[in-house]
């Protein structure tokens, strides 16, 4: 019952009654004790009503109804107060709600789409007052609700220089939900590292080795900043070039919070399904063992890989026979730098005097101990941030050897080990048991639907 409905019926009834009494003292000249008795009982009912009465005007929803009712400042000064308001909300890095209808003016009508995800589209936007924005719109209903609430929890206190800035985002009733974050018109990472989007090794973007270096060491630091020193610890989950942006100097700005989740500083790990990019997801991930920010640093690692190699992690090769090949980028970098030859898995656009071959050393030690398959074994984002910046002069040890869960994956496709007469899938060699082949059928037929979901395309 509402409260202004509750004082009128409470009014109403002590009314009543005293109209009551007196009728029965005036009209009928009762008794003096029952008169008495009355006004005992009415004197009860009004200690009653004004208890009432009481507690309601000192609960906090009547103080809150009580707020809401006092008089609201003429135009000019609630104008005032409200550009006031914006001016410090803008200063304290805190972003803005703003109206569908401000986007889609922004935007021209959602017409300039810069990116396209799995969760939502981006759009290209100027706001009023001139600032270049890219507003991420997340599809979808319970999903996108869950994606924007991890997203904006995630980011919208913190401040790093190298996380993606949010400034602001819009609610629509039983619609889609849009972010809208700073633009960068240098784009993502993977097109400045990898030869397909520039056409070839003979054109297009390319990142120089030092521009390279450079952008590892500002991810990592932005993880760093998640990971440690965060009031509440943030695990982003979704590490990969298309999510690095770069801006007007190319330097890396971490994106892309909507798998991300908040960890107490207490918690050891969070449980949580498997979703994220192929090729970038830790084994714990698979094995359902609760990922943790150690899951961070294996997929950070696997960039590292990428951007030292400019190429995909898993690609395929020409083989002979116009068969392909397909190769594992970190399998090839762990072999070389035991052997000491690092600089030949190195991006090939990139001339050999331009680059230091003792960076290329760190940089593929410290991607190599990223990926560790035990996350116990793999460094802390801040251990990275010290050994890509070669604090203290030491050189990095390279990592001890590895067992790969992609390359067993690989090893155990019985469809590709029919057709190609003994060999492995994608070109890669199996090992079988002698006298167990009837159980590697058996483990491959099992585990062949989930190898195949593992590798599958982004």
């Given at each position: 019952?509402?409260s202004k409905?509750?004082?009128?019926?409470?009014?109403?009834?002590a009314?009543?009654l005293?109209?009551?009494?007196?009728s029965?003292f005036?009209?009928?000249?009762?008794?003096?004790?029952?008169?008495?008795?009355?006004a005992?009982?009415?004197?009860?009912?009004?200690a009653?009503?004004?208890?009432?009465?009481?507690?309601?005007?000192?609960?906090?929803r009547?103080?809150?109804?009580?707020?809401?009712?006092?008089?609201?400042?003429?135009?000019?000064?609630?104008?005032?107060?409200?550009?006031?308001?914006?001016?410090?909300?803008?200063?304290?890095?805190?972003?803005?709600r703003?109206?569908?209808?401000?986007?889609?003016?922004?935007?021209?009508?959602?017409?300039?789409?810069?990116?396209?995800?799995?969760?939502g589209?981006?759009f290209?936007?100027?706001?009023?007052?001139?600032?270049?924005?890219?507003?991420?719109?997340?599809?979808g209903?319970a999903?996108?609700?869950?994606?924007?609430?991890a997203?904006?929890?995630?980011?919208?206190?913190?401040?790093?220089?190298?996380?993606?800035?949010?400034?602001g985002?819009?609610l629509?009733r039983?619609?889609?939900r849009f972010?809208?974050?700073?633009?960068?018109?240098?784009?993502?990472?993977d097109?400045?590292?990898f030869?397909?989007?520039?056409?070839g090794?003979?054109?297009?973007?390319?990142?120089?080795?030092?521009?390279?270096?450079?952008?590892?060491v500002?991810?990592?630091?932005a993880?760093?900043?998640?990971?440690?020193?965060?009031?509440?610890?943030?695990?982003?989950?979704?590490?990969?070039?298309?999510?690095?942006?770069?801006?007007?100097?190319?330097?890396?700005?971490?994106?892309?919070?909507?798998?991300?989740?908040?960890?107490?500083?207490?918690?050891?790990?969070?449980?949580?399904?498997?979703?994220g990019?192929?090729?970038?997801?830790?084994?714990?991930?698979?094995?359902?063992?609760?990922?943790?920010?150690?899951?961070?640093?294996?997929?950070?690692?696997?960039?590292l890989?990428?951007?030292?190699?400019?190429?995909?992690?898993?690609?395929?090769e020409?083989?002979?026979?116009?068969?392909?090949?397909?190769?594992?980028?970190?399998k090839?970098?762990a072999d070389?730098?035991?052997?000491?030859?690092?600089?030949?898995?190195?991006d090939?656009?990139?001339?050999?005097?331009?680059?230091?071959?003792?960076?290329?050393?760190?940089?593929?030690?410290?991607?190599?101990?990223?990926?560790?398959?035990?996350?116990?074994?793999?460094?802390t984002?801040a251990?990275?941030?010290?050994?890509?910046?070669?604090?203290?002069?030491?050189?990095?040890?390279?990592p001890p050897?590895?067992?790969?869960?992609?390359?067993?994956?690989?090893?155990l496709?019985p469809?590709?080990?029919?057709?190609?007469?003994?060999?492995?899938?994608?070109?890669?060699?199996?090992?079988?048991?002698?006298?167990?082949?009837?159980?590697?059928?058996s483990v491959?037929?099992?585990?062949?639907?989930?190898?195949?979901?593992?590798?599958?395309?982004?």
């Amino acid at each position: 019952m509402e409260s202004k409905t509750a004082k009128i019926q409470a009014g109403a009834a002590a009314v009543v009654l005293v109209a009551l009494e007196l009728s029965l003292f005036l009209c009928f000249r009762l008794s003096r004790p029952f008169y008495l008795s009355t006004a005992v009982i009415l004197s009860v009912v009004l200690a009653g009503t004004v208890a009432a009465l009481l507690c309601h005007a000192l609960s906090p929803r009547g103080r809150a109804e009580r707020m809401a009712r006092r008089p609201v400042l003429d135009s000019g000064e609630e104008v005032s107060v409200r550009v006031e308001y914006s001016f410090f909300r803008k200063v304290a890095g805190l972003p803005s709600r703003l109206s569908l209808e401000a986007l889609a003016t922004a935007t021209d009508d959602f017409q300039c789409v810069v990116g396209r995800g799995s969760s939502g589209t981006v759009f290209k936007g100027i706001l009023d007052d001139g600032t270049a924005v890219a507003v991420k719109r997340i599809d979808g209903s319970a999903y996108g609700d869950k994606e924007f609430r991890a997203e904006v929890s995630a980011i919208g206190s913190v401040q790093h220089v190298s996380l993606a800035r949010l400034l602001g985002f819009c609610l629509v009733r039983n619609g889609p939900r849009f972010l809208v974050y700073e633009f960068m018109e240098n784009g993502s990472l993977d097109k400045w590292i990898f030869s397909q989007h520039g056409g070839g090794s003979g054109g297009g973007r390319c990142l120089t080795w030092l521009q390279r270096y450079q952008v590892a060491v500002d991810v990592a630091k932005a993880l760093a900043y998640l990971h440690h020193d965060c009031r509440a610890k943030v695990v982003h989950l979704d590490v990969k070039p298309e999510n690095i942006l770069l801006d007007d100097r190319l330097r890396g700005t971490l994106s892309d919070f909507g798998l991300s989740a908040l960890m107490g500083k207490e918690q050891s790990r969070v449980v949580t399904t498997v979703r994220g990019t192929t090729g970038y997801l830790a084994p714990e991930w698979l094995l359902g063992a609760g990922v943790t920010e150690k899951s961070d640093v294996y997929s950070y690692g696997m960039v590292l890989m990428e951007m030292l190699g400019g190429r995909r992690n898993l690609q395929a090769e020409p083989g002979p026979g116009g068969s392909r090949r397909w190769t594992y980028l970190p399998k090839l970098v762990a072999d070389k730098a035991r052997e000491g030859r690092v600089m030949e898995v190195l991006d090939r656009r990139l001339a050999p005097s331009s680059v230091d071959e003792g960076g290329v050393r760190r940089l593929a030690h410290v991607a190599l101990w990223c990926a560790q398959e035990k996350a116990g074994a793999r460094p802390t984002m801040a251990r990275v941030v010290e050994m890509l910046e070669a604090r203290g002069g030491a050189a990095v040890e390279p990592p001890p050897p590895s067992d790969m869960i992609v390359v067993d994956l690989l090893a155990l496709d019985p469809a590709a080990h029919a057709h190609r007469g003994g060999g492995g899938p994608f070109g890669l060699p199996t090992t079988p048991t002698p006298g167990s082949a009837g159980t590697a059928s058996s483990v491959a037929s099992m585990s062949d639907s989930f190898a195949l979901s593992y590798l599958s395309g982004r």
